[in-house]
């Protein structure tokens, strides 16, 4: 168990919608990533916020949005929604923006029918 | 970030030494080695990193060569559940390459009974 959690677990809908993936950091943990996952790309990094600030963005689409609240869990916001969105999110958080190890959550399926 | 080259799958024995090997020829000297492993979808699990020194973990050793142009991961005894998926990254100063990993294809670890 990673300390970081995600919810929620699975989550599938229909073309054109608009759903909402969460994630609690660790404790004490002020940075979080997402990353994509789906069969042909990989692991793809999307966005990282530190301490409610975003501070890079990766292969992240327009429809795709995401923040950090003061409490310091995220959200990712994904609306619009095509077939090919289908894949696994990840959550990741580290200590600060550094060289600090990555711990990911257990990840969230979206499928998009 | 420096590339890494895996092979794509290997096998070994229950009881047994797993000896995942990585190279990074093209490695700078600021750049760290990590190690991460996804077991079936779950979420990626952090294993171990270093820099130039060998490292050891509850989880496993990290051998990097003097050069620092490849490296090798070590489960001392693999089990059924050290079937996964690991990752090799190097990973530079986050003033240069971000905060995110950048996952390559990996290594499919089989664990045979």
């Known amino acids: 168990d990673s300390g970081v959690t995600q919810t929620p677990k699975h989550l599938i809908t229909a073309t054109g919608q608009r759903v909402t993936l969460r994630c609690s950091p660790r404790?004490?943990?002020?940075?979080v990533y997402w990353y994509q996952q789906s069969l042909d790309q990989g692991l793809q990094f999307l966005i990282h916020y530190y301490n409610g600030e975003e501070r890079a963005k990766g292969n992240i689409l327009e429809r795709f949005s995401a923040q950090q609240f003061p409490d310091l869990h995220s959200e990712l916001n994904l609306s619009s929604l095509e077939l090919g969105d289908s894949a696994l999110y990840f959550c990741?958080?580290?200590?600060?923006?550094?060289?600090?190890?990555?711990?990911f959550g257990p990840g969230t399926r979206l499928t998009v029918l | 970030d420096a590339k890494t080259t895996q092979p794509p799958s290997m096998d070994c024995a229950e009881g047994r030494a797993a000896n995942l090997p990585c190279n990074h020829s093209?490695?700078?000297?600021?750049?760290?080695v990590y190690w991460y492993r996804q077991i079936h979808s779950q979420g990626p699990q952090y294993i171990i990193h270093?820099?130039?020194n060998n490292e050891t973990n509850e989880m496993a050793s990290l051998i990097i060569t003097e050069d620092r142009k490849s490296s090798t991961l070590i489960l001392p005894h693999a089990t059924l559940r050290d079937t996964a998926v690991y990752y090799c990254i190097v990973r530079g100063p986050p003033w240069v390459t971000g905060n995110q990993f950048y996952f390559g294809t990996g290594t499919s670890l089989t664990v045979i009974p």
């Open positions: 404790s004490g943990d002020l940075s």
């Open positions: 990741a958080s580290s200590e600060g923006q550094g060289r600090n190890t990555q711990y």
């Open positions: 093209t490695i700078s000297g600021n750049e760290y």
């Open positions: 270093g820099l130039k």
